[in-house]
Each structure stands twice: as structure tokens, then as C-alpha cells.
């Protein structure tokens, strides 16, 4: 096999993750101490896991991590009144609300009421927003680190043809926004789309997020493709539970220039970008809070002003 094409995701991720410490330890450094609440509401096991993983992480960066767990039954007002006393902690940065949520809650209202510049997993609709004006807003963690992936395997995406197949909200059109700012050209099939396999065969970049195993193999890539395998699906193969990613990946493999692999692709860059995202907003409220004290006091002067930067 040719690992030289297989794109090492826990690689890049600790690469992300070693650059976020650095940057949380200037902060500190600085009077700063990024902070990221973690609320899961019910015990879904598979919530569970990216739950600790998350405040595992967390912890590694030297970000401070809260984490509130909540029962199945917590009536979505007192989820409400939680993230409203989180939005107005100042010693909170960054909000997480693991998903999926109870059926009793409605998703789109609470992710709405997290504060945009708290709203970590870029789902709120002033960050959505942003995104597609190409404006620097948080952005979901897993079309970010695909990106950075794609940056780190072709340099320059500028002109490139991207298929991204998918258009869920957290994975497919922010990914396709992504990448239009980044000036590739870019097409988004779905699941009524004609012929994807023949729109995918012209991309020099494809990004599968569709959530059906194997479902794209050599036939689907044009030679020397660049491909982002985002899928997660649990099969059983060989009398073994193992996850596979929405790429036939030894299929694929000998066609492509670049692929990730799944597991051990997307899955850790996605982590390691919550944990970004928690600084960047730091670093974000701190300025904010900065330009307000400076609007409100007439004796302030610009040589007063702290003005930190991280990478
Ligand atoms: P969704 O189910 O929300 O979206 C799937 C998308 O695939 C939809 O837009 C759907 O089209 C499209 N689709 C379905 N069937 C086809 C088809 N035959 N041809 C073309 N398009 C099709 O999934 P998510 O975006 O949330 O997740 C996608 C995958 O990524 C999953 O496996 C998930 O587990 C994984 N994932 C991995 C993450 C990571 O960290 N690595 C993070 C998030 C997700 P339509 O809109 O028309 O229904």
C-alpha cells in the first residue's frame, strides 16, 4: 500500500492542537484563561464518548472545561436558562451543545440561543451568515478541519474544481462556503442531484459527507483526486463491528493523489478545531470587551489599549 497518499489526520490534528497550547499558554500569560462549557442533555453512549474526548482535549490545551450533564427529561426552558446564564458568564468563552438532543427539544431554537460569539460549533445563523458573506465568523469544526487538511496536501486550492457530496448543515454547505472562499469552483451534490457520479468524476477535490459506507469507489474519481472522506459508519465485516468511512477506500486509494483515511482521518481534526474555535473566541471577547471599556471612558487613550494576537 502507499501510505505516502493517506492523509494522517491524528498527525495533523496533534500539529493544531500543539499550536492552540501554545497560543492558551500566551494568553495566560496575559490574564486570559479560555474556557469551553460543554452541556449533554441525555446519555446517548456515542454522545458520551465525543463528550469526554472533548473535555479530554480540552484539558491537554490547558483550556478550562465545565461540563453540564442533564437528564433526558430536562424541559428544553431549563436548557434555555442555562445557556442564557453561560452567554452572560464572562468566564466562559465558548458553548458547546452536544448533539443529537432529546426529541422533546427543538434543536434549531436552542442552538440560536447561544450566543454568536460563544457559538463555538459555528451553528448559529449570524455565524452561518457571515460564512457565506466569506466574513471571519466561527465556523463547524469538521468543514474547518477538512480545510485545513485540503491545505496541508495541495497548498494553494485557488481554481481548484470541489464536489462535496452532502449538503447537511454541519457538514456539507459549510464545507462547500469553505471552500468558495477559498476560490475553488465548487459543486454540492445530494441525494437528488442527477448523475452525481459523473458530476464527482470532474472534481479535483471531492469531500464525501453523505453517511453511506463505501458508497464512493474508484469509478466515482477522476485520476489524482484529492479526497476528504468526512463519513462515520459502523458495519459489520468478518464477524467484526468496525467503522468504515463513505469511500470505498482501497478502491479509491490507487486512483487518488491524497486520501484520508477513516478512522484516523477528520475525526481528530474536528476536536482539535472546538479547541481553536474556544481560543479564537477568547481572543475575540477580550477585544470586544476592550473596545467597549475604551468607548466608555472619556480619559481612555489609545496607548492604554492591550492589544494581544495569537497564531
Ligand atoms: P446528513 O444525514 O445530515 O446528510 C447527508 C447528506 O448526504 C444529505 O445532504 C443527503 O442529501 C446526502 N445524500 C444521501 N444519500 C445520497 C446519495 N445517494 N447521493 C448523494 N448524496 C446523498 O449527514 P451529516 O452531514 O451530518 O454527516 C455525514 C457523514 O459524516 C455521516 O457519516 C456522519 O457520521 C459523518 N460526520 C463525521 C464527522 C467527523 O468528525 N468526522 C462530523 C459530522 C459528521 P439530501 O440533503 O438530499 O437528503
Known sequence: ?????VIDGKAAAARVLASVKADVSKLK???????????LVGQDPASQVYVRNKILRAEEAGIRSLEYRLSAETPQAELLKLITELNDDH????????LPLPAHIEEALVLQAIAPGKDVDGFHSENVGGL????????PCTPSGCMQLLEDACGDLSGKHAVVIGRSNIVGKPMAALLLKAHCSVT?????SVDAKA???????VVAAVGRPRMIDSSWLKPGAVVIDVGINRIEEDGRSRLVGDVDFDSALPQVSAITPVPGGVGPMTIAFLMKNTVT???QQFHSRQAHAQQSTTQSSPSEAVCLSIS
Open 29 to 39: 500569560s496575559d490574564g486570559i484563561e479560555p474556557a469551553l462549557a460543554v452541556i
Open 132 to 139: 457565506s458573506q466569506g466574513r471571519n465568523v466561527l465556523t
Open 91 to 98: 468566564s466562559i468563552n465558548g458553548i458547546l451543545l452536544q
Open 281 to 283: 473566541a477568547a481572543l
Open 188 to 192: 454540492v451534490v445530494h441525494s437528488r
Open 199 to 205: 458530476l464527482c468524476r470532474q472534481a479535483d477535490i
Open 1 to 5: 500500500m502507499n501510505t505516502s497518499k
